[in-house]
T-cell receptor, first 112, second 110 residues
């Protein structure tokens, strides 16, 4: 079975550019989560959706970050404009809401 | 605010030894306490989890010990193997979301 699929796996961009990260959750999962991982802060929850509706976006750093889930099989995390401090690995995860999260392999973002 | 504190930050254990990682949490509203394992270049994956109605759960070489009154839980890896070398995260769950600890880098040496 296909797991959570994220793209791109690696993204290098320049400060000020728009970045869009994409996620396809596991079919049938009704929860989708976006996490950010850095050495300093570990794994931080940015936002999560239930049945395509954003439930908690309190972890989104600032207005430069936005996330959408237009349907049950696709979500995007957008950063506009990007800054060097946004450099991190961004993970998407999905679940049935039973507790266990299934993570993708992450998108490594480098902002120069 | 940091809701879950994990220690140690890094750990080196000899093959066959016991690895112990600890976590402490602050809020008693949580009802799910998992441990995740992450290998380089991969996403975290669930290793073992416990609910607060039991004090211990064992799955193979991995055991969670849970102390509700002290608000602490720990992961014990028995007979540690080089293949266990990874980063381990504890997490606390409530309301369908997980808050993770800062991680422990475990290295098992031959």
């Amino acid at each position: 079975d296909a797991g959570v699929i994220q793209s791109p796996r690696h993204e290098v961009t320049e400060m000020g550019q728009e970045v869009t990260l994409r996620c396809k959750p596991i079919s049938g999962h009704d929860y989708l989560f976006w996490y950010r991982q850095t050495m300093m802060r570990g794994l931080e929850l940015l936002i999560y959706f239930n049945n395509n509706v954003p439930i908690d976006d309190s972890g989104m750093p600032e207005d430069r970050f936005s996330a959408k889930m237009p349907n049950a099989s696709f979500s995007t995390l957008k950063i506009q404009p990007s800054e060097p401090r946004d450099s991190a690995v961004y993970f998407c995860a999905s679940s049935w809401g039973t507790g266990e999260l299934f993570f993708g392999e992450g998108s490594r973002l480098t902002v120069l | 605010q940091q809701q879950v504190k994990q220690s140690p930050q890094s750990l080196i254990v000899q093959k066959g030894g016991i690895s112990i990682i600890n976590c402490a949490y602050e809020n008693t509203a949580f009802d799910y306490f998992p441990w995740y394992q992450q290998f380089p270049g991969k996403g975290p994956a669930l290793l073992i989890a416990i609910r607060p109605d039991v004090s211990e759960k064992k799955e193979g070489r991995f055991t969670i010990s849970f102390n509700k009154s002290a608000k602490q839980f720990s992961l014990h890896i028995m007979d540690s193997q080089p293949g266990d070398s990874a980063t381990y995260f504890c997490a606390i769950g409530g309301g369908n979301k997980l808050t993770f600890g800062t991680g422990t880098q475990l290295k098992v040496e031959l």
